[in-house]
């Protein structure tokens, strides 16, 4: 496996006995097996009901083999590099162990698992019901284990993973009984050997052909070592919904090697698609990096684990090495605001961000997602050097534009999913990134709300849909507009009928301060020519506020009067 581009899987986590062991021993060959997915680069993990003593019994080998080993069923951690382990959840308590004692159950007690076997589960359950500890039954295929309340083999590795400050959306696990269950429900790929109990190979995304150790080398072998770019199209259960067709049907879409353009013409909705596409993202636990050139992206602070970086804000955009650490966390999204740059400063650092961001993810898989919002304003037509850090792959992308013949000629061949809110720039963009090829779709135009989307592969799919409801409504940058510095081309001038003035203002505060001290036929001449709700729409990118100075506009009002109703309408939605 020396060679693989590391994308899907960064972690590969197996049970014990049934999966890897057989009667209690791992062959030769399923220990070179495990290598092999080592020397990868990935890490391998053990997920198993043993007690970490009676492991070592049966598995001399354990610290050479894996990465860390959940043992307890969940109850205990333990990393082999530097012998450390920690205990998960409580020790078993005293007037527990006395009851199963007087009630003839026999038993062992690891750090807090006690584990007996299955036909003194009555016996068990009776004692704890007598004593009022919280403890939990788990079998697995004869075996009892009396466990805290909570604790789980998915619990154990959730902790493994925090450690390691890696993703189970990049890891792939296998197993073959009923206190497999949880940890295989959290793995991005679930894997159950061909002697799986049957619960477990009917909710498994690929059942081995062979059983036990066999089965996870055939596994490896075949899937692991080609990063499971065969079987990605199988993982239907973690497709994304962002609508539903004019049927009722939802519409998804994978969040594995999807290159998604987002096209549409500025209100359009193409801000409310993308935004959309974020939320989901977040909401399905992967991490995402929004680079955001705009600022339009400031109210997703509101949402859980999601950190936004620079613009007006306090919080400065970070270093290249800043942006490394904190893409290590595979819970927490990043938004980076680069509203405050010049289009320049926008592609350098872009440029440097990427650069982190391709580090990261060859060795963690993260983060899950890039964002590009206004792509055009990092990669224009011009060219730009991040083009060469966005190359066709499995990893995940998603590039919004108003056009796509804004962007640099080399990633206008990139997607191989298109969606758009408006029909005319749908088919250019499909036609630029197919090579010609026209998308089949009925009818002239797209109602609002609506949208269109391809998947390019050999025969281009195209569906309309009704765009999905978002959590977090799409609010631009306030403080981006209301204080920050606008650049030259997209601030207000007032110029007034003869050109005799040059009044720049570069947001909401200062167009205000200026709005206040024009003459009156420089402010009218602006309203006939109905400039401040053009302005509003275009630059500041506000339909609502540019929909209430157009009727300030269009009102037949004396000077003074439009002048104190549109400034009203500013200050009622802008802190100004």
Request: hydrophobic letters at 40%; glycine letters at 8%; proline letters at 6%.
């Amino acid at each position: 496996m020396h060679g693989t581009s590391l994308v899907n899987v960064h972690v590969f986590a197996c049970d014990y006995d049934g999966t890897i062991a057989d009667g209690g021993r791992c062959a030769p060959e399923i220990v070179q097996a495990l290598a092999r997915v080592r020397e990868s680069g990935r890490k391998v993990l053990l997920v198993t009901g043993r007690m970490l003593p009676d492991l070592r019994s049966v598995c001399a080998d354990v610290d050479r083999m894996f990465d860390a080993v959940v043992a307890e069923n969940g109850a205990l951690l333990y990393f082999p590099e530097t012998r450390e382990a920690r205990t998960l959840g409580d020790p078993p308590e005293s007037a527990l162990v006395e009851e199963l004692r007087r009630r003839g159950v026999p038993f062992d007690l690891g750090s807090s698992i006690i584990a007996t076997t299955e036909p003194y589960a009555e016996a068990a359950l009776a004692a704890i019901r007598e004593t009022g500890v919280e403890r939990t039954l788990v079998f697995n295929k004869g075996a009892l284990m009396l466990l805290p309340g909570g604790v789980t083999k998915g619990t154990g590795l959730d902790a493994a993973l925090t450690v390691l400050a890696l993703s189970a959306h990049n890891m792939v696990g296998a197993g073959d009984a009923e206190n497999d269950h949880a940890f295989l429900a959290m793995s991005e790929c679930a894997v159950a050997v061909a002697d799986a109990v049957p619960a477990l190979r009917e909710r498994a995304d690929y059942v081995t052909r062979a059983p036990g150790a066999r089965g996870v080398i055939e596994f490896i072998d075949e899937h692991l070592s080609n990063d499971l770019v065969a079987l990605m199209p199988r993982l239907t259960r973690h497709r994304l919904p962002i609508g539903e067709t004019a049927d009722g049907e939802p519409l998804t879409i994978s969040p594995h090697g999807t290159r998604l353009l987002i096209v549409g013409p500025s209100a359009s909705g193409k801000s409310t698609l993308t935004g959309l596409l974020v939320e989901r993202l977040i909401e399905s636990g992967r991490s995402v990096l929004l680079v955001d050139p705009e600022g339009d992206y400031q109210s997703f602070a509101e949402l859980e684990r999601v950190v936004v970086l620079g613009g007006s804000s306090e919080r400065a955009l970070p270093t290249p090495d800043e942006l490394r650490q904190l893409l290590h966390q595979p819970r927490t999204s990043l938004v980076l605001n680069l509203s405050a740059m010049t289009r320049a400063e926008k592609v350098a650092y872009a440029t440097k961000a990427l650069g982190a961001v391709g580090y990261v993810r060859s060795t963690t898989g993260l983060p899950h997602w890039l964002i590009l919002d206004e792509a055009h304003h990092i990669i224009p037509t011009d060219g730009s050097p991040v083009v060469e850090l966005l190359r066709p792959g499995a990893e995940s992308l998603c590039m919004s534009t108003l056009d796509i013949n804004q962007l640099a000629p080399e990633v206008r061949t990139l997607p191989n999913v298109v969606a758009a809110t408006e029909l005319a720039a749908f088919t250019d963009a499909v036609r630029a990134a197919t090579g010609g090829r026209s998308p089949a779709l009925a009818g002239t135009r797209l109602a609002q709300g609506e949208a269109a989307i391809a998947w390019l592969g050999p025969d281009v799919r195209a569906k309309r849909f009704r765009v999905g409801k978002r959590r977090v409504q799409h609010r631009r940058h306030i403080r981006k507009y209301t204080e920050g510095e606008l650049p030259p081309d997209r601030s207000f001038y007032f110029r007034g009928p003869a050109g005799a003035l040059n009044l720049r203002a570069s947001n909401l505060v200062r167009f205000v301060e200026l709005a206040e001290g024009v003459d009156e036929p420089t402010w009218a001449w602006h309203l006939r020519q109905q400039d401040y709700s053009t302005w509003a729409r275009q630059q500041i990118k506000d339909d609502d506020l540019a929909g209430a100075l157009a009727t300030v506009e269009t009102a037949d009002l004396p000077a003074a009067e439009s002048r104190r109703r549109a400034l009203d309408e500013i200050r009622a939605r802008y802190a100004v």
